[in-house]
């Protein structure tokens, strides 16, 4: 699906009238299911970089939570 093609005109205004209708909790799953199918229309085989992707998005996210920001500050001080 090209960002000039008739069925970006049709799908975009679907995914934002959804996301603006979903409870504020779960926006961010449909945008996630709507990047999967936007990417995923013109190459299925991109679903695998795609969660691979947001799979170590996710787990550094996770990570970066867990330090607290004098832990960071030392590690990066020590370029760790």
């Known amino acids: 699906m090209l960002f000039n093609s008739f069925r970006f005109f049709i799908f975009f205004p679907i995914v934002t009238v959804i996301y603006f209708i979903v409870?504020?909790?779960?926006r961010y799953l449909w945008l996630l299911a709507a990047s999967y199918y936007f990417y995923m229309s013109w190459n299925a085989k991109y679903a695998v970089l795609i969660a691979f992707s947001t799979a170590v998005t996710w787990l550094s996210g996770i990570l970066l939570g867990k330090c607290s920001?004098?832990?960071t500050a030392v590690k990066v001080k020590n370029g760790l």
């Not at 409870?23 to 779960?26: A, T």
């Open 69 to 71: 920001e004098a832990e």
């Open 23 to 26: 409870p504020k909790k779960v």
